[in-house]
């Protein structure tokens, strides 16, 4: 039985890095502004007092469905077989995404933001 536990630990764990290796550098990107997101969100939350567990879960499953869909995105390029970057354009639109909502936690957190770049986010927004 310990045999058969170690076979499959090592057969999953080879299609995972597999997969993993084929991961376009923009979803790392995306996962790394994702938790630097959150992380921002936490360190806002608790300057401006106001820390909710049920905001950070509602966030948690947002950012856990986009994921989702990065991932839907990359089945569908494969099942198209398509040149063009569906995931990489998909994941690129979402990092921008991410990195507004850095900026707008850090206003929130009270860092100072250059007034212009304030001004372009609230045409964003709109």
Request: hydrophobic content about 40%.
């Given at each position: 039985m310990k045999l058969y536990l170690t076979y499959a630990i090592g057969g999953l764990s080879g299609i995972a890095l597999g997969w993993l290796a084929n991961v376009p550098t923009v979803v790392w990107s995306l996962i790394a502004l994702m938790s630097l997101d959150v992380l921002?969100?936490?360190g806002a939350a608790f300057v401006t007092k106001t820390i909710?567990?049920?905001?950070?879960?509602?966030?948690?499953?947002r950012k856990s469905l986009t994921l989702i869909l990065v991932a839907a995105t990359g089945i569908l390029q494969q099942t198209w077989q398509t040149e063009v970057p569906l995931v990489s354009l998909v994941a690129g639109a979402l990092c921008a995404k991410e990195l507004i909502s850095i900026i707008e936690n850090a206003i929130r957190a009270g860092i100072p933001i250059p007034q212009p770049l304030v001004d372009a986010i609230e045409k964003l927004k709109r």
């Open positions: 921002m969100g936490l909710s567990s049920d905001v950070s879960y509602r966030g948690m499953v």
